[in-house]
């Protein structure tokens, strides 16, 4: 009887040390939680540095691969080397002309081809200028101004004097001969191949050719237009 006893309290006591061991492993796994799979939730690094902007499709617009488109070679600088008045020269379109001094004008239709060789209509602005375009061309024949408000390519106006704007033409144009044989035509400057640009010093004498000049006479007007128009 005795051994039984002494035999259930040492399966007692190795029953206790098993729970007592389960037990320190368990706590022992509680306070180290196992490692986390790095790759588990790992952010893509190419979500968090998007691709550059060279790879992302076309260039954005005006950027290095889509060049703005320039005029045709020439284009712009033809028209800036040619001589003007208020911006327009002869063989403007009279969109051009609406386009630069607007559409408050009188008009006025001659039916008469004169020296033209076709009929004109004149369009008279308030603000001091005159054009003439052919009636079937449409094309700027003739620009006369009066007014200091408009100056030629090369800033010449009315009311300058004739030592100014003589001394800034006579450097870069020729003074044609008369075709009367009355000399030189001072004021007069072949600007183009047969455009002539006039400085009228005297509009109210009846005549285009000037007189004596002094330095200190001024602009009246200025004329530009073809010289097969003059007699």
Known sequence: MRS??????????????????SCAEKEEGAGNPPESNTN????????KNPLPSDTLG????????????????????????????????????????????????????????AYYGEGQYIWKYDAGIDIVIGRDSSKVLDIMVYSPDFKTDLGAKVGDTAGDVLAKYRAKYKEPESRHGEGTLEGWFEVEDGGYL??????????????????????????LIHSFYLD
Do not use: W
């Open 40 to 47: 588990s939730g790992q952010v893509d690094s190419a979500s």
């Open 198 to 223: 006039i400085f009228d010093f005297n509009k109210n004498d009846g005549s285009l050719v000037n007189g004596t000049i002094k330095d200190e006479d001024r602009v009246e007007m200025i004329r």
């Open 58 to 113: 076309e260039a954005p617009t005006g950027g290095p691969d889509t060049p703005v488109q320039s005029p045709a070679s020439g284009q712009g600088d033809k028209s800036a080397a040619r001589t003007s008045i208020a911006g327009i020269h002869l063989g403007d379109t009279r969109e051009d002309v609406l386009r630069l001094l607007g559409n408050k004008y009188q008009e006025t239709l001659n039916e008469e081809p």
């Open 4 to 21: 039984k006893i002494l035999l259930i309290v040492l399966i007692a006591i190795l029953s206790l040390a098993l729970i007592s061991c």
